[in-house]
């Protein structure tokens, strides 16, 4: 019995370092002096001062926490009203896998889609395409997230707020929004962090003179991978892993309110 | 009929198929404990969200005070209610829960704080005023709920099955505490149960539900001595029902034989007699009318199961001290003035 837990053990180790080993060579090979990525002269922090120096690369970072932020405020908007609604119409189980199913969509085939419609409509790229498209897979997180957690609610809690003489908007603001608080925040960061690294669907719906960072990154690496893309992998690594714990943290405190 | 707070007219409402409601009429006085009591499914709690105004009927009026009660908003209407599963606002504490109503009126900050501490004074949760639901006991969520729902001072308070999901102890704590609180505040109360304990030790008058339609609405002593029908013999108290035949002079029992009564019969019919536990005595024989096949210490006696000759069960209230064991024989005698026929 022993020997079977010790080699489960052991596979499980090997699986963790195979997950990590790819992470951590970008993180560690980021510190390294040399130009070439791969051969390693010594630890500095050189290229962590010469990226902020690097005007295409930081443009195309602004840009890229603008789309994220703008994906993130208008998911969450009408992920929720989604979510709220399908709750409220009790609606059944082909209208929710409806509404999530963009979130399992491949990212080619929207892609496409959503470059075919923007054309049609004669809409030029830009990043507002790639906000618009953004929101279209990140709202479908936003409501399968939000909607697990809307049915947990007591309705009797939303009916006692109009028995004690509120408005339906104060209902919305001061008592369901409130009970959401948990999957708001997680939706929230879930579509940030989506939206911040997501490459095939800017490369499809972006116009060429706002590439985002992940763009600048793919063009960056046909000339080899430079100690600067793992530099930049580290600080979305950095970013994406603060988002989540803030989240827990946040999520945890809301839960006990 | 000025007395009347609520009238309730002709109220239909059928969801689907199922008629929840089937032509109720029915009227409520000024300061009553009422109770609407009935099996789960029977309609009583859709004629409550009808008054709370959380369903519409599909036809029938509502009145209060002689004005119609139906075109008010349920946000507006002089009437509260405490839910059965509470429904505190489980990220607000105490006072929050209790001033909420009171915060959607135009009062000033100062009168909302200043009524909602009386109310806190009232209903004893000084010492928590600062708590969330969550960190209260059953009981004293019942109290928030309760002081959240009288914080508006309607002139009619809802209560949906009160007491059943506390403990007894809490139970009869909770009783005694509404029947103070309804004087005190000078509120009609329409409580919405299935317990007919709960209905009956709290309620002036019970209007008894079955299948969308009223049985009896009545006292409940009255209820309870002269029910009119079979459905309301049997569901409130301890009944026996026993099948019969009438005969010119009286009834004809298969096990207990003819039982002489002072009113005519049509003879020749089924009907059936009911006879409560207590009214029943009986001795011990050597060949009896029914056999002991249950018997049940409960306290101050014991309740007895006796099996008839025609296998009916009947259920007797017989002395703790009584010396009656399973199995044995015995004879059963009541008053005929103790019969209910239906």
């Known amino acids: 019995m022993h020997r079977r837990i010790n080699l489960s053990a052991i596979v499980a180790v090997f699986v963790i370092i195979f997950l990590y080993l790819p992470i951590t060579a970008v993180v560690g090979l980021s510190f390294n002096k040399s130009s070439n990525s791969l051969i390693w002269k010594g630890f500095g922090l050189d290229w962590y001062k010469t990226i902020w120096s690097n005007e295409p690369i930081m443009s195309s970072f602004q840009r890229t926490i603008f789309v994220a932020v703008l994906t993130t405020v208008l998911s969450l908007i009408i992920g929720t009203t989604i979510s709220i609604g399908l709750n409220k119409m009790k609606a059944g189980g082909f209208l929710r896998t409806f509404s999530t199913a963009p979130a399992i969509v491949p990212d080619l085939v929207l892609a496409i889609g959503l470059l075919t419609t923007f054309s049609t409509i004669s809409m030029s790229l830009s990043l507002t395409t790639v906000i618009i498209s953004h929101t279209v897979f990140c709202t479908a997180f936003v409501v399968a997230v939000v909607l697990a957690r809307i049915g947990l609610i007591d309705p009797a809690i939303e009916e006692a707020s109009t028995d004690l ?12 929004i409130p009970q959401l608080m948990p999957s708001l925040i997680a939706g929230a960061v879930l579509s940030f962090t989506l939206s911040m690294d997501e490459f095939v669907i800017a490369f499809f719906t972006n116009g060429p003179e706002t590439p985002t960072l992940p763009m600048v990154i793919y063009s960056m690496i046909r000339f080899g991978v430079t100690p600067e893309i793992n530099v930049l992998g580290t600080l979305l690594l950095v970013i994406s892993f603060v988002g989540v714990i803030l989240a827990q943290r946040i999520g945890k405190v809301a839960d006990s309110i | 009929m000025s007395e009347n707070l609520l009238e309730i007219r002709n109220l239909s409402k059928n969801f689907g198929s199922v008629a929840a409601l089937n032509n109720i009429s029915l009227d409520i006085k000024t300061n009553e404990m009422f109770a609407l009591l009935g099996p789960s499914g029977c309609g009583k709690t ?164 079955d299948k969308g339609e009223i049985k009896q609405i009545s006292t409940p002593q009255e209820l309870y001595e002269n029910p009119t029908n079979e459905f309301v013999a049997n569901f409130i108290g301890d009944g026996n029902l026993l099948k019969a035949t009438s005969t010119t002079t009286g009834f004809k029992h298969p096990a207990l034989g003819e039982i002489t009564v002072s009113h005519n019969y049509e003879s020749g019919k089924q009907i059936s007699l009911l006879i409560r536990p207590e009214n029943i005595s009986i001795v011990k024989v050597l060949d009896g009318s029914g056999e002991i096949v249950d018997s049940v210490f409960a306290g101050y ?12 069960i009947v259920r007797v209230y017989a002395d703790k001290s009584a010396s009656l064991e399973i199995g044995d024989q015995v004879n059963l005698s009541f008053r005929p003035q103790d019969i209910r026929v239906f």
Do not use: C, W
Request: proline share 4%; net charge positive.
């Open chain 2, 301 to 312: 006696r014991k309740n007895i199961n006796i099996k008839l000759k025609n296998n009916e």
């Open chain 2, 46 to 209: 859709t004629l409550l969200r009808i008054i709370a105004g959380f369903e519409y009927p599909d036809s029938g009026q509502v009145f209060m005070n002689q004005s119609d009660l139906l075109s008010i908003p349920t946000r507006t209407r002089p009437v509260n209610l405490m839910f059965q599963s509470y429904a505190l606002f489980p990220h607000m504490d105490v006072f929050s829960n209790i001033s909420y109503g009171l915060t959607n009126t135009s009062l000033s900050k100062e009168e909302i704080s200043n009524q909602t501490f009386e109310i806190i004074e009232k209903i004893g949760l000084q010492d928590h005023v600062k708590k969330k639901p969550n960190q209260l006991s059953g009981g004293q969520q019942q109290r928030v709920a309760l002081a959240r729902a009288i914080a508006r001072k309607p002139k009619i308070l809802l209560l949906d099955e009160p007491l059943s999901a506390l403990d007894k102890k809490i139970r009869q704590e909770m009783q005694i505490e509404l029947k103070r609180i309804q004087h005190e505040f000078g509120i009609t109360f329409i409580i919405v149960t299935h317990d007919q304990d709960e209905a009956i030790s709290l309620a002036n008058r019970i209007a008894v539900f």
């Open chain 1, 165 to 176: 003489g509120a408005s339906a908007v104060k209902t919305l603001f001061k008592i369901t």
